[in-house]
């Protein structure tokens, strides 16, 4: 928890760093400043400038806990082992490019559905938010045909496609996923707020971010398509 308020999730130099040294050794070594990438280097200096990341570790565990959610992490049985291959991702050449395409450290998760049970068999609907009339009918006849058949329907929760991908799971009875940009504890956009309890109480909300995290742009890179792979 502390690593990702200090580093975004999917970072590959701190990956490294847990995937080598566990993440409790990986934390010290961020926190004393023995870290190869010197832009991670001088961006976690900055953020702990103005951030304990043990004490906003401890906040987001209560906030988490208010709101039902909890955190799982990959020694946990209802961990996702499919999301372990973005770690076989050829990242090619460094740049901004290649940052976040690493599993992530942890998961938040609202919804009593075991995780790596939901993505057995799940795939992803997504698409525009200003979506057309035919749009939103194919995403609806898809997401119905998939529910009636146990696939778990997944999306990032937006107006548009995604939301007819929710809704049409919803009504066939089926199980639905939002993979959110944002804290499970502020689902975005807020007009969907009534959609994602509901999906809380038959489904899953995740995120890699902890509670109280905002959605800002390049959040919504999250591995929402990871489920269809």
Request: one cysteine or more; proline letters at 7%.
């Amino acid at each position: 928890m502390a690593l990702t308020l200090l580093a975004e999730p999917g970072n590959q130099t701190v990956w490294s760093m847990v995937e080598q040294h566990g993440a409790p050794a990986a934390l010290q070594q961020v926190l004393a400043g023995d870290i190869a990438d010197p832009a991670l280097r001088k961006a976690v200096k900055v953020n702990l400038a103005t951030v304990d990341p043990l004490r906003h570790a401890e906040i987001a565990l209560r906030r988490a806990d208010r709101v039902g959610a909890r955190l799982v992490v990959p020694t946990d049985s209802e961990w996702p082992t499919a999301v372990n291959d973005l770690a076989m991702v050829d990242l090619g050449a460094p740049g901004p490019a290649r940052d976040g395409i690493r599993p992530p450290l942890c998961l938040w998760v609202r919804g009593d559905r075991p995780v790596s049970e939901a993505f057995t068999q799940a795939l992803s609907i997504v698409g525009a938010r200003a979506a057309t009339a035919y749009g939103m009918y194919v995403s609806d006849v898809l997401a119905t045909g998939l529910a009636g058949h146990g696939w778990t329907v997944t999306s990032g929760g937006g107006h548009g496609v995604d939301t007819a991908a929710h809704q049409a799971t919803l009504a066939a009875g089926g199980s639905t996923a939002v993979m959110l940009a944002c804290g499970v504890d502020r689902p975005y956009p807020a007009g969907n707020s009534a959609m994602f309890d509901r999906i809380a109480e038959r489904g899953l909300l995740i995120s890699e971010w902890p509670p109280g995290a905002e959605p800002v742009r390049h959040r919504f890179l999250f591995w929402t398509c990871w489920p269809g792979r």
